[in-house]
T-cell receptor, first 113, second 115 residues
Framework: DQQVKQNSPSLSVQEGRISILNCDYTNSMFDYFLWYKKYPAEGPTFLISISSIKDKNEDGRFTVFLNKSAKHLSLHIVPSQPGDSAVYFCAATFQAAGNKLTFGGGTRVLVKP | GAVVSQHPSRVICKSGTSVKIECRSLDFQATTMFWYRQFPKQSLMLMATSNEGSKATYEQGVEKDKFLINHASLTLSTLTVTSAHPEDSSFYIC???????????FGPGTRLTVT
């Protein structure tokens, strides 16, 4: 049973426009959510996170929104840049799990110049 | 920022042999290290969690006798794939965390190909 799902395997967006990546989860115990960016043959790099006590967190071009009632979060990247082309993973965890991360399947983003 | 290295970055081995992958935290002490596996076009799947000085905790379905994990120091954890088979070919990634609730920092990964 996949507890964290990213239903869009890929996304193509024009440079300068907004990229919106979605993530859904099923485990209501998750209380901390993270987004990672990953290039091929490299490890993931942390982008932004959000605690379940918040509904929005912003860091530069990246904003994460959390809708707890819908068990849904999204990552907005604006404006999108060609260097943003990568695979983005959302991950979720909760303290009682020792902060082990459960990853979604990833969304491949292609930003076209 | 925190840096985690892995060695080797790429390894090819013959079926039946064993391969050791090292994960090091270069500028911090990692009380906990995690080992993940990623198959092509799939997500990262947690294999096991290792705490320094104690036995690793394996996720369901991961054979502890096949994937030996040693976390002998606060800066080094090793994953040994024993009697490797072609289906073990994958991208293995480690992450390291300082403290119980700190951020996880990921290594660059190791591409294992078993022929």
């Amino acid at each position: 049973d996949q507890q964290v799902k990213q239903n869009s395997p890929s996304l193509s967006v024009q440079e300068g426009r907004i990229s919106i990546l979605n993530c859904d989860y099923t485990n209501s115990m998750f209380d901390y959510f993270l987004w990672y960016k990953k290039y091929p043959a490299e490890g993931p790099t942390f982008l932004i996170s959000i605690s379940s006590i918040k509904d929005k967190n912003e860091d530069g071009r990246f904003t994460v929104f959390l809708n707890k009632s819908a068990k849904h979060l999204s990552l907005h990247i604006v404006p999108s840049q060609p260097g943003d082309s990568a695979v983005y993973f959302c991950a979720a965890t909760f303290q009682a799990a020792g902060n082990k991360l459960t990853f979604g399947g990833g969304t491949r983003v292609l930003v076209k110049p | 920022g925190a840096v985690v290295s892995q060695h080797p970055s790429r390894v090819i081995c013959k079926s039946g042999t064993s391969v050791k992958i090292e994960c090091r935290s270069l500028d911090f002490q990692a009380t906990t290290m995690f080992w993940y596996r990623q198959f092509p076009k799939q997500s990262l799947m947690l294999m096991a969690t290792s705490n320094e000085g104690s036995k690793a905790t394996y996720e369901q379905g991961v054979e502890k006798d096949k994937f030996l994990i040693n976390h002998a120091s606060l800066t080094l954890s090793t994953l040994t794939v024993t009697s490797a088979h072609p289906e073990d070919s994958s991208f293995y990634i480690c992450s390291a965390r300082q403290g119980s609730g700190g951020e996880q920092y990921f290594g660059p990964g190791t591409r294992l190909t078993v022929t």
